[in-house]
């Protein structure tokens, strides 16, 4: 008998929406902070890092075989041997240098710049100060060197650098000048605190989530998780919403510390886990905005 695409998908789709809204949230604040080509790295490998683990678990002892690897991450085997045998597979990424100085454009352009002899001053050893176009070495040979991205131009690195007060640009002498060779994704020590802190709180949601969907298969409890909101706020009132609820959760924040400091140990151990509560509130455009 036969089933309509949207009856037989309903699953699939419901799955495919959620995932698509939380990766479009989240690539929406990665943008200019992490290219497009090093996402795409740090996932196939962490892809297929937890891949392996989710069948070790499932065969304690075992060695993962290729081809039931394959069938999990459905990426072909020589692939999956390409994958595993980097340097990067198992090993955290935020320690991995030349994954650092190449996580966006910008960050490649800076990492040459600062290395590279041909851009360097061989009796300093401090970056040089470039013309801005012609022949090696220049910052338009620059550009070519260090990216391998066709289409991007001259002024549109120098924009960016400069707006990151990387460089500086003395356009009496058409010439560049680099001042900090670090390119700094979030603009302030204020900005990344709060991109760490939020990103720990998507991360411990993820794992709430990932609990709860397995507590039923394991005759497990599930944890505490709700959410309260109204599709159909003014946007005239959203100030004193805040304002209301921002005192509200102040105060649940402080008898959730209160609840959670005696079971706090002293010292540290190793049969010790990571356990507590994220409040936050949350404003998002209704689908007739957005559209």
Same mark, same amino acid.
């Given at each position: 008998?036969?089933? =309509?695409?949207? /009856?037989?998908?309903?699953?699939?789709?419901?799955?495919?929406?959620?995932?698509?809204?939380?990766f479009?949230?989240?690539?929406?604040? +990665?943008?200019? *902070?992490? =290219?497009?080509?090093?996402l795409q790295?740090?996932?196939?490998?962490?892809?297929?890092?937890?891949?392996?683990?989710?069948?070790k678990?499932?065969?304690?002892?075992?060695n993962?075989? !290729? =081809?039931?690897?394959?069938?999990?991450?459905?990426i072909?085997?020589?692939?999956?041997?390409?994958?595993?045998?980097?340097?990067?597979?198992?090993?955290?990424?935020?320690? *991995?240098?030349?994954?650092?100085?190449?996580?966006?454009?910008e960050?490649?352009? !800076?990492?040459?710049? /600062? =290395?590279? /002899?041909?851009?360097?001053?061989?009796?300093?050893? *401090?970056p040089?100060? +470039?013309?801005?176009?012609?022949?090696?070495?220049?910052?338009?040979?620059?550009?070519?060197?260090?990216?391998s991205?066709?289409?991007?131009?001259?002024?549109?690195?120098?924009? $960016?650098?400069?707006?990151?007060?990387?460089?500086v640009?003395?356009?009496?002498?058409?010439?560049?000048?680099m001042?900090?060779? $670090?390119?700094?994704?979030?603009?302030?020590?204020?900005?990344?605190e709060?991109?760490?802190?939020?990103?720990?709180?998507?991360?411990?949601?993820?794992?709430?989530?990932?609990?709860? +969907?397995?507590?039923?298969? *394991?005759?497990?409890?599930?944890?505490?998780q $709700?959410?309260?909101?109204?599709n $159909?706020?003014?946007?005239?009132?959203?100030?004193?919403l805040?304002?209301?609820?921002?005192?509200?959760?102040?105060?649940?924040? /402080?008898k959730?510390?209160k609840?959670?400091?005696p &079971?706090?140990?002293d010292?540290?151990?190793?049969?010790?886990?990571?356990?507590?509560?994220?409040? &936050?509130?949350?404003?998002?455009?209704?689908?007739?905005?957005?559209?």
């Amino acid at each position: 008998m036969y089933t =309509s695409i949207k /009856e037989d998908s309903g699953d699939v789709a419901i799955l495919t929406l959620a995932v698509e809204n939380v990766f479009r949230k989240l690539i929406r604040l +990665l943008i200019g *902070k992490i =290219s497009l080509k090093k996402l795409q790295e740090m996932i196939q490998v962490i892809f297929v890092e937890e891949a392996e683990a989710n069948l070790k678990q499932e065969r304690p002892g075992k060695n993962v075989a !290729l =081809s039931t690897l394959a069938v999990i991450t459905g990426i072909d085997t020589r692939t999956l041997t390409r994958v595993k045998s980097k340097d990067s597979y198992l090993k955290p990424f935020h320690e *991995k240098k030349r994954f650092l100085s190449e996580i966006t454009p910008e960050c490649s352009v !800076l990492d040459v710049w /600062e =290395s590279s /002899e041909t851009y360097t001053d061989t009796k300093t050893g *401090k970056p040089k100060v +470039l013309a801005i176009n012609g022949p090696e070495p220049s910052f338009e040979s620059l550009i070519s060197d260090s990216n391998s991205t066709r289409g991007v131009t001259v002024k549109s690195f120098l924009q $960016r650098l400069e707006a990151s007060k990387s460089i500086v640009v003395d356009k009496a002498s058409n010439s560049v000048q680099m001042i900090d060779k $670090r390119y700094t994704p979030f603009g302030s020590e204020a900005q990344t605190e709060n991109a760490r802190i939020g990103m720990a709180a998507v991360g411990n949601l993820v794992d709430t989530i990932g609990h709860n +969907l397995a507590a039923p298969t *394991k005759n497990g409890e599930s944890f505490y998780q $709700r959410g309260c909101w109204t599709n $159909r706020l003014d946007i005239n009132d959203r100030e004193k919403l805040r304002e209301l609820v921002k005192s509200f959760l102040s105060g649940i924040d /402080e008898k959730a510390r209160k609840i959670i400091k005696p &079971f706090e140990q002293d010292a540290v151990s190793h049969d010790q886990v990571t356990a507590g509560v994220s409040l &936050f509130y949350f404003e998002e455009k209704s689908q007739n905005q957005a559209n």
